[in-house]
């Protein structure tokens, strides 16, 4: 499973990054939201990716080991 979570490249870095962090590091919680959720893990949120990804999200990828 996965999400998409867009948004403008006008966003600041810092926040993007935040909110990535927070979902990441609080998966099990997000997951609880909607049933339709529950099949996610952090490796699976970033396949087939297809649009550009944010640098603050990207920085938080790389933190996390996700992404070289």
């Not at 909110?19 to 997000?30: A, G, H, M, Q």
């Not at 990804?53 to 996390?64: F, N, Q, S, T």
């Amino acid at each position: 499973g996965r999400i998409c979570g867009e948004c403008t490249s006008s966003l600041p870095d810092d926040v993007v990054y935040a909110i990535t962090k927070e979902v990441f590091e609080n998966l099990d919680e997000f997951k609880k939201l909607h049933p339709a959720l529950e099949g996610l893990t952090r490796e699976t949120m970033l396949e087939g990716l297809t649009a550009p990804i944010h640098p603050g999200a990207l920085k938080y990828y790389k933190e996390a080991g996700l992404m070289k």
